[in-house]
């Protein structure tokens, strides 16, 4: 191909502005060889054609296959959904709804129109997943189709791209904790359905945790943290996210995972020394003040230089628990925050 008529085309034509086909699979959280076999099976390829091998895709193609996306979400098989995106692009609808951008009207081109330019919601979106996820980040949108497919490399590219572009704690709190909860809320409405879905995220989220950020080695000449769930509380996934953060910012901490017995968790502390210890429950059911208590009440070191740790109570559990000397951080933040301030001391 001639090299002017390559800028022309990258200068005027939608390759300039467009998306490729990898930015678009992220977004929606299927694999690149997916959009590809859309397109060569059922024509949902981009609405103008360049030459040479780069393809973009413009808002209009995007939102086609968001629809796209939307429709086999809820179990409808490809070629059927493809039929139907492209028949509502039409204005040929066969009474499915088109997608809602929050309720912002429809303007997309006709098919082999060209397509106007118009701005691309990067951040926030009301996905049309079916999971009731509201106003959420973008990203959020590809994690739960990712999931809802069970399609294992996208939802790990997904997971990776979040955390490395916003931060553990920021992809944790604004795109991980979103779509747990929107899974969990289908599951607890819907019967037994969703069930494979949730565990499948909670999985892949936990490898995508621990591959950030390895542990972060601990000695006796360090001070470190210890993190543990209380006696029959195995929720675990908060506690990975905050082993993770502080690992993250090279604290050494010591992670016992979920329904530590008692005994064996005051045997840790004694053994560790930690400066600071956290203790993760879930329900009021699980929440235990005296043990929190006690544990705080541990001393080690020579005589008039004993120290004790810091016990922070995590989670919903400790509602209305807490007791003086006990600080119970509001989110993953704050308790990286009081960790590191413990463990930095």
């Known amino acids: ?10 200068a005027n034509g939608p390759r300039g502005g467009g998306l490729t086909t990898g930015e678009v699979a992220r977004r929606l959280g299927v694999a690149p060889t997916t959009i590809r076999s859309w397109d060569r099976r059922y024509g949902l390829g981009p609405t103008a054609h360049t030459g040479g091998r780069h393809r973009r895709w413009t808002p209009g193609d995007l ?10 979400a809820t179990g409808l098989p490809p ?51 079916g999971l009731g996820l509201g106003d959420v980040r973008q990203e959020c949108k590809g994690v739960a189709r990712a999931a809802l497919r069970l399609d294992a490399t996208a939802l790990d590219a997904l997971l ?8 553990l704690v ?10 747990l909860q929107a899974v969990g809320r289908k599951w607890e409405s819907s019967g037994e359905r969703y069930v494979e879905v949730e565990h499948f995220l909670s999985w892949h989220v936990s490898c995508a945790l621990r591959r950030h950020a390895p542990p972060v080695p601990a000695d006796s000449s360090r001070a470190s943290a210890v993190l ?6 195995n929720h675990t996934l908060p506690l990975e996210a905050l082993a993770g953060a502080l690992a993250e910012r090279g604290l050494p901490v010591r992670m016992f995972g979920g329904a530590l017995p ?11 020394g930690p400066a600071a210890v956290g203790l993760w429950a879930q329900s009021r059911t699980t929440a235990s003040r005296p043990l929190a208590q006690h544990v705080s009440a541990i001393e080690w070191g020579v005589r008039g230089a004993r120290r004790k740790p810091v016990v922070l109570t995590l989670g919903p559990g400790w509602a209305g628990q807490t007791s003086p000397g006990l600080p119970r951080p509001a989110g993953l933040a704050e308790a990286v925050a009081a960790v590191e301030s413990a463990v930095r001391g």
Not at 1 to 10: E, F, G, I, S, V
Not at 262 to 269: D, N
């Open 262 to 272: 008692a005994e064996s968790l005051v045997t840790a502390v004694r053994r560790t």
């Open 1 to 10: 191909m001639d090299p002017n008529k390559r800028q022309t085309d990258a």
């Open 160 to 167: 990776r791209d979040a955390i490395e572009q916003h931060g």
């Open 228 to 233: 543990a769930c209380v006696p029959a509380e």
């Open 170 to 179: 920021a992809a944790w709190t604004e795109v991980i904790m979103p779509t």
């Open 63 to 72: 939102a086609r296959l968001q629809h796209m996306c939307a429709l086999t």
């Open 79 to 129: 070629s059927e959904a493809a039929r139907l995106a492209l028949d509502e692009e039409d204005g040929e609808s066969a009474g499915m709804p088109p997608p809602s951008d929050g309720g912002a009207p429809d303007t997309r081109p006709a098919r082999g129109a060209a397509a106007a330019p118009r701005p691309v919601t990067r951040f926030r979106s009301r996905a049309g997943t």
